[in-house]
C-alpha cells in the first residue's frame, strides 16, 4: 500500500556496500519501495566532507554503490536513485540552515561528537565536517521526507534537522518544510568478521556484497568462533560468535538455529559445520546478487544515476523555490 | 588603463549607503571602474547571516543599495554589479570549500572574532556567522578575483580565502582558484556625526547619499564639535571635531583648510562659519548624487541587477564546472 511519506535514504560512496549495510538498511529499503516514494542519495558531497584529499575513492564509489542498489534490487521503476553532486539547490539550502542553528547547538550533537572522536580530527575539524547534520538538513528538506530510516546514532541528526524546520517555519511564518520522523530499524549492526566491531569497510572486516565467491568462503572460514572451542566435543560459546551472529542474521529456519546453539553449547558441533552451513547460506543469498550485479554496466548505472538526479533535481528545486519564497529572496 | 586582474567588491544590502561608504569605498569603486573589470556585488544572502529573521529589511534595501550604486556614477556598462543569491554557483563553492578550513581556524579569525564581540551574540552564534569567511572565499574565488578593497580590519578574511585557495590548488593538483590580494584604501573610516564611533546605519550617526537637502543641513548643524568652545572668539580643538573630520574628508583645498583649523586653533572661527563651509561643501556634494538617485525607477535599477546577475553567474558557472572538474565530481 503506497502512503503519500516521502522516504529519504542513502550511502556514502566510499566503497562498496557490505553485509552490514544489507542487514542495517537495503534489505528494509527493498520492502519500502513499495510502500512508499523513496528516494535514494549518493552522498558524494557528503562523502568529500572527510575524504576531501581522497576524490578518487568517492568517485569510483558512485557507480558501485549504485551497482550494489540495483543487484539487491532497489528498482529506478519504483525509487529515484539519485547523486547528491547533481542536485546543486541542496547546497542553497545548507547555505540559508546555517544561519538558523548555533555553534554551540552543533558542537554538542552527540552523533558529531561520536564521530569526531572516532575520526582522529584532534583539532583540526573541517568546517564542513561539523556543519554536515545542516547538510543533511537541506537532503531531508529538500525531498519533503517525512521519514528518514536511520540507525539510532544517528537520531540527534534528525533532530537538529527538525529544529530547523521548526525554526525556519516560523520566523518566515510558512509551512514549506516539512519535519521528518526518524526509522530506527530493528537489527542493529552486524559484527565484523574479525568479531571486534560492527562490520566497516575502513576496518577490512565486512563481506561486501560484491565479493567473489572462493573471498565469501574464505571470510567465512576465518572467521572469529570460540577461541576455547578446539576439540568438536567440546562445549562452545554463543555469544560473541562470529558465526552465530551471522546466523542469526541471515538463517532464516530460526527455530533449527535454536536446536544448533543448544547443541554448540553442549559440545558436539564442529566449527566447521557450523562455517559451511554459514558459507551455504550466504552463497545462496549473495549468488543471484552477484550474478545481477555482474550484469550491470557501467552505462546501465550512468542511466538509472542520470534519470533519477533529473528528477530528484526537479524536487528540489521547486523546494529551493518556495524556500526562497518565503525568506523573501528577490528573483531577477 | 585596463589591466586584467579583477577586482571583487561589494556591500551588504541592510540600508542606504552612507558618506562612510562613499569615503570609505564607492568614490574608489567609481575610479576602480576605468582601470579593471569590477565585480560589484549585493551581498544579501551575507546579510541575511545576522538579519535572518529580518529578511524585509535585506530584500528592500537590495534595489536601494544598487540605487546608491548608480547615482554615485558606478556604470553598469564598466562594471558588473550583482545580486549575490542570484549566483547559487557560490553556495556550492561554499559547501566544498567548508571541506578545506577548520573550525578552529575560523573560531581563531581576528575579523569573526571582533565582530562577534560587537554583536553580542553571546552563546547563541550562528553557524552562518562562523563560517561567512568561507562565504567570501566562495564570492572571491568564483569570479577569479585578484585584487579586493577592503578595510584594515578585514584582512584576516581575504588571508582565509587564500589559504582555501593554495589548499584546493595543492589538494586537486590545479590552478583553477586564485589568490587576491587585499586592497587597503588610504582613508580608513569616517566618524559619526556623534563624534563617538564611525558612521554606521546601525548607531544611526551617519549621512546617507539619499539624505534630503533639510536633512542634510539639520546632521552638519547637530555635529558634535568641542564642548569647550563657546563664543567665537574662544580657542577651540580640531582633534576629535567632527566637522574637521568631515570637511578633512571632503574639502578640497587642503590649504585653507590648514588655515582655518589654526584659526579655530587661536581662536575666533565660530562653529556656525566652519558648520556653514561644510553644509556648502556636502550640498554641493551630495546634490548631483541626489539628483540623479531621484531619477532613477525601481525598474531601472531591476534591469541592471537582471543584466549584471546574467553575465556574473556566467563567470560564476564556469568556475564551478572547473571547481568540479578539478575535484573529480560526476557529471549526470
Partial sequence: MMTNKIV????????????????????????????YP???????????SDNFDNPEKVRTNVLEVCKDY????????KCT????????????????????????????????????QQKSFADSVPAGFLTYPVSQ?????????????????????????????????????TDVLVEAEAMVGK??????????????????????????????KQKIYGMYTDPNHIKVSDPGKVEGNVVFAYLDAFYENKEELDDLKAQYQRGGLGDMALKSLLNDTLQNLLKPIRDKR????????LEVLTEGSKQARKIATQTVEEVREAIGILKF
Fill in 8 to 35: 529519504l535514504t542513502g550511502d556514502r560512496p566510499t566503497g562498496h556496500l557490505h553485509l552490514g549495510h544489507y542487514v542495517g538498511s537495503l534489505r528494509n529499503r527493498v520492502k519500502l519501495q513499495n510502500e
Fill in 38 to 48: 523513496c528516494f535514494v542519495m549518493i552522498a558524494d558531497v557528503q562523502a568529500l
Fill in 70 to 77: 540495483l543487484a539487491v534490487g532497489l528498482d529506478p521503476e
Fill in 81 to 116: 536513485i539519485f547523486v547528491q553532486s547533481s542536485i546543486p539547490e541542496l547546497f542553497e539550502l545548507t547555505v540559508y540552515y546555517l544561519n538558523l542553528v548555533t555553534v554551540s547547538r552543533l558542537e554538542r550533537n552527540p552523533t558529531v561528537k561520536a564521530e569526531l
Fill in 137 to 173: 538538513a537541506a537532503d531531508i528538506t529538500a525531498f519533503k521526507a517525512q521519514l528518514v530510516p536511520v540507525g539510532e546514532d544517528q537520531l540527534p541528526v534528525i533532530e537538529v534537522s527538525n529544529e530547523i524546520v521548526r525554526r525556519f517555519n516560523r520566523i518566515y511564518n
Fill in 187 to 216: 537489527v542493529g549492526r552486524l559484527v565484523g568478521i574479525d568479531g571486534k566491531a560492527k562490520a566497516s569497510k575502513s576496518l577490512n572486516n565486512a563481506i561486501f556484497m560484491s565479493d567473489p565467491s572462493d573471498v565469501l
Fill in 294 to 301: 555482474n550484469s550491470i554496466t557501467a552505462d546501465d548505472a
